[in-house]
């Protein structure tokens, strides 16, 4: 072989002719995943040890993969199911088409052996990163990387290998699962610190349910903004910001754009909020759309991950429980691993009763489900239907108050907010223009007593200019006279000074005296605070004229007006005005009117 030129020893490397592996401990990898398939004590001992990444093979992950999904969905494991798992995936042949699962489940180790194998893992996996580790290094070197970014990347590295230690990889955090006695019974488990707005705790998985209209995605993206900027959220405390990763395959970006604006965001007002708009990850119910996930989560540093909404995000069919089993596996458990929130979006089904659309699987590996119902006027009902932990409220009643600005939401006009019928009966209703409890809360304000009647109740609306049909003032009527009569004290003796300028013609006022029976009294002698409507004189029929300005001469006693002695229109003669609006236009005005800012009911519903 004398005429043969061999290569040098660095350029043989360099092509991968005499490259060694890097190190791993196969065997160890063997009885490890080996075990994992028939056991779930084992896989969970195995979890406090490793995870998918410390395996070498592509094979082995795989296999651990299928056994983990069957253990956390409460499934029995055998490699003949997982064979199973991976034929409907169409994976077989990453694992010699089923020979390798028979094979290492034949030669499998007790339960009680999975640890110590585990441990040779752990070990040999971070000696494989410190040899990808150098192997970075040289490379940064050959590319002439300065000092600087040399040290930025052992930085990194130690700091990932601290993190990996402190999050429980690695033998160190065995002892850390035992409970320390002291500390265990002077923990209060009710305390626990809820996220803004008291629907989930902090590394919780929710599902919000709601059908179009209810504006699932605009309650969600308010939510969220007012928890990565440090606000409070209906009601409850502010809290520190959470970084939060929000993907969204479901609103354009103009909408997305005028709702966060509305909310009274901006450029420098998003806080912690990172916002994925259509972002190219692969099906979160496939193993590839998980890394794409978590890679996301990684760059971020999210607390927290919305996904909006789920069934845009997934490539299975949303009847097959299988689908869902896949997410919970490849997306959720890693994020639930890592005590990463996570909020998925969901659309109602046909019949609302069995809540989300899809199979039933999709609610098992959720922390809480809830429901939001669209009410109309604004209002909408937020209720808990599932909960593995029973903390916190079980149901929200809701106000969502906008405003217009022209074609647009007013900047900073639109919010959700808490009505607390417990404390305050009729202070959520009493915010929606048109509803008996507005107009109930405006009759309060003017100082309307609680027993007026039907016709005092109209007047004092016309007066504040707030439309109400006869059968809506009766209703109104009524509710405050039922308050009169629980609530006593609100009555006095006699009827409160009258609120109106002027009286109806011929009624004695009210802070008169009682007895006094003068000619054209309406009620004489009716007591103050007696509930029902007076009777009222019925009104003279109008007198027509002659013709346009003609004058009527006649010795009818019709009401005149006091300067022009022209005859008072109906309307003016029967709520006690003695002059027309002509001569006394002072009279029609209302400085003291309190003001009411009109609210639209809501955004066009996501």
């Known amino acids: 072989m004398e005429n043969v030129r061999h290569k040098p020893r660095d350029q043989a490397d360099q092509d991968g002719l005499n490259r060694t592996p890097p190190p791993h401990d196969n065997e160890a990898e063997e009885f490890v995943v080996g075990v994992v398939m028939h056991s779930k004590q084992a896989y969970d001992e195995c979890t406090l040890l490793?995870?998918?990444?410390?395996?070498y093979k592509p094979a082995h992950q795989l296999i651990w993969d299928t056994a983990a999904g069957l253990h956390a969905t409460g499934q029995q494991s055998h490699p003949a199911l997982i064979r199973a798992e991976l034929e409907k995936q169409g994976q077989l042949h990453r694992v010699e088409g089923g020979a390798l699962l028979y094979k290492l489940g034949s030669s499998t180790i007790t339960p009680g052996m999975a640890a110590a194998f585990a441990v040779r893992v752990a070990d040999t996996a971070r000696t494989r990163r410190y040899d990808s580790h150098q192997i970075a290094l040289k490379a940064a070197i050959d590319r002439g990387a300065t000092g600087d970014e040399l040290a930025e990347m052992v930085a990194e590295f130690q700091q990932g290998e601290a993190l990996r230690e402190n999050t429980g990889r690695g033998p160190a955090h065995l002892v850390a699962s035992l409970l320390n006695w002291d500390d265990f019974f002077t923990t209060d488990f009710g305390a626990i610190q809820l996220l803004p707005g008291k629907l989930m705790g902090p590394g919780q998985q929710i599902t919000l349910v709601g059908d179009g209209k209810a504006g699932k995605s605009l309650f969600c993206?308010?939510?969220?903004?007012?928890?990565?900027?440090?606000?409070?959220?209906?009601?409850?405390?502010?809290?520190?910001?959470?970084r939060i990763l929000y993907l969204d395959a479901e609103n354009g970006q103009e909408q997305v754009q005028e709702r966060f604006l509305s909310?009274?965001?901006?450029?420098?007002?998003?806080?912690?909020?990172?916002?994925?708009?259509?972002p190219p990850v692969r099906p979160l119910d496939t193993a590839g759309g998980g890394a794409d996930l978590i890679a996301l989560v990684k760059a971020t540093g999210a607390e927290l991950v919305v996904i909006d909404t789920v069934s845009r995000f997934i490539g299975g069919p949303e009847n097959d429980a299988d689908t869902w089993l896949s997410l919970y596996r490849h997306t959720l458990l890693p994020l639930k691993r890592d005590r990463i929130a996570s909020v998925r979006l969901d659309h109602f089904g046909k019949d609302k009763d069995r809540g989300g659309r899809g199979s039933s699987a999709k609610t098992q590996d959720v922390d809480h489900v809830w429901e939001l119902g669209y009410q109309g006027g604004g209002t909408l009902t937020l209720k808990r239907t599932h909960t593995r932990t029973g903390i916190g409220p079980d149901d929200f009643v809701l106000l969502r108050q906008s405003r217009r600005d022209g074609d647009h939401w007013a900047l900073g006009g639109t919010r959700h907010v808490?009505?607390?019928?417990?404390?305050?009966?009729?202070?959520?209703?009493?915010?929606?223009?048109?509803?008996?409890?507005?107009?109930?809360?405006?009759?309060?304000?003017?100082g309307v007593p609680l027993d007026a009647g039907n016709r005092v109740v109209k007047a004092k609306l016309a007066d504040l200019q707030i439309a109400a049909g006869s059968d809506k003032v009766s209703r109104v009527v009524k509710m405050r006279q039922n308050r009169a009569k629980t609530d006593p004290v609100d009555v006095p003796p006699q009827r409160s000074p009258d609120p109106f300028p002027e009286t109806f013609p011929g009624n004695v006022p009210r802070n008169g005296?009682?007895?006094?029976?003068?000619?054209?009294q309406t009620f004489p002698g009716n007591t103050g605070g007696t509930p029902g409507t007076p009777p009222v004189p019925p009104v003279p029929p109008s007198k027509g004229g002659t013709g346009a300005g003609t004058q009527e001469h006649h010795g009818s006693q019709e009401p005149l007006c006091t300067i022009c002695t022209q005859p008072l229109s109906a309307y003016r003669a029967d709520?006690?005005?003695?002059?027309?609006?002509?001569?006394?236009?002072?009279?029609?005005?209302?400085?003291?009117?309190?003001?009411?800012?009109q609210h639209e009911t809501h955004h066009n519903a996501a």
């Open 221 to 242: 993206q308010e939510w969220m903004w007012r928890m990565a900027t440090g606000q409070s959220f209906l009601g409850d405390a502010p809290q520190d910001p959470v």
């Open 50 to 55: 490793i995870n998918r990444d410390d395996l």
């Open 513 to 520: 005296s009682q007895e006094h029976n003068g000619a054209g």
């Open 263 to 278: 909310f009274g965001a901006g450029p420098r007002a998003m806080g912690e909020l990172r916002y994925a708009s259509f």
């Open 418 to 446: 808490l009505m607390t019928y417990e404390t305050e009966p009729v202070s959520g209703m009493a915010a929606i223009p048109g509803t008996d409890e507005y107009i109930a809360a405006a009759l309060d304000r003017a």
């Open 575 to 597: 709520h006690g005005h003695t002059t027309c609006s002509g001569c006394a236009p002072a009279i029609e005005s209302h400085p003291d009117r309190p003001a009411h800012p």
